[in-house]
């Protein structure tokens, strides 16, 4: 028996990375999981990755920015399982540049695939998520919480959800819908850009806290979010969860 045995679960951006390690741990939980994705070709690939271990999963292709596409994937999956349970808000895109070079535009597009996806994500998913109680969470980032050198427009939109989480957690309680933000640290395709980057010294300097490496997506990442996902949590909400290896406390 699994935490999240027939539950379902919608993930954004999980056609790679965190957003692909977290449908595999939420999966080997017990739950079928929608892999929604803005490339068909990924969200393809991981859920016929997880079909053929055995797993219940289904692709669909969906940029959170556009609430019509968004609508459709919410549709797609409740018509497909009968339900919906679990909302994972991971997509966002990522683009790494000075501040003094920032544009308002760079700004625009980090707010819209972060805080416009979740919003229109969380909206969508709501009339489902009220019918039984359900689960949000949501992807923060330490570049948020503590600041990152060329991360500004980034860091920015990810501290906006957890302030939409923390006011949807305080309205949505009543329905048992509980709302949680974590904040990884893991190995992405973003994370091996900036590690491209980065001298042995400034690889160090990353890595300085305990645990001394990156997180695993999902043995170190995913598992976290099947607890925020799983009656575990039913009495936590609009909370922070730190998934970093005490980078965060030990910085």
Not at 56 to 84: I, P
Not at 121 to 135: I, N, S, V, W, Y
């Amino acid at each position: 028996m699994g935490l999240l045995d027939n539950k379902v679960a919608l993930i954004t951006g999980a056609g790679q990375g965190l957003g692909e390690g977290t449908a595999h741990a939420l999966a080997a939980d017990g739950a079928a999981v929608v892999i929604a994705d803005i490339s068909p070709a990924d969200a393809r690939k991981v859920a016929d990755d997880l079909t053929a271990a055995g797993r219940s999963a289904l692709a669909v292709t969906c940029d959170v920015r556009d609430r019509t596409a968004v609508d459709a994937a919410v549709a797609t999956t409740v018509s497909e399982f009968g339900r919906l349970d679990i909302l994972v808000n991971n997509a966002m895109t990522l683009r790494f540049v000075p501040f003094e070079d920032a544009t308002s535009d760079d700004l625009l597009d980090a707010y819209r695939s972060s805080v416009l996806g979740t919003f229109n994500c969380m909206q969508a998913c709501f009339p489902h998520l009220r019918e039984r109680g359900g689960k949000v969470v949501n992807f923060g980032s330490n570049a948020g919480t503590e600041g990152g050198a060329t991360m500004a427009t980034y860091a920015a939109a990810k501290e906006a959800v957890r302030g939409l989480t923390k006011a949807v957690a305080t309205e949505w309680g009543r329905y048992g819908i509980t709302v949680n933000v974590i904040v990884p640290t893991g190995s992405s395709p973003a994370w091996e850009r900036v590690k491209a980057g980065l001298t042995d010294e400034q690889l160090d300097k990353m890595l300085e806290r305990p645990i001394k490496r990156m997180g695993h997506p999902v043995d170190d990442i995913g598992r976290i979010v099947v607890f925020l996902s799983s009656p575990y949590s039913d009495y936590m909400t609009g909370r922070t969860l730190f998934a970093d290896g005490g980078r965060s406390k030990f910085r």
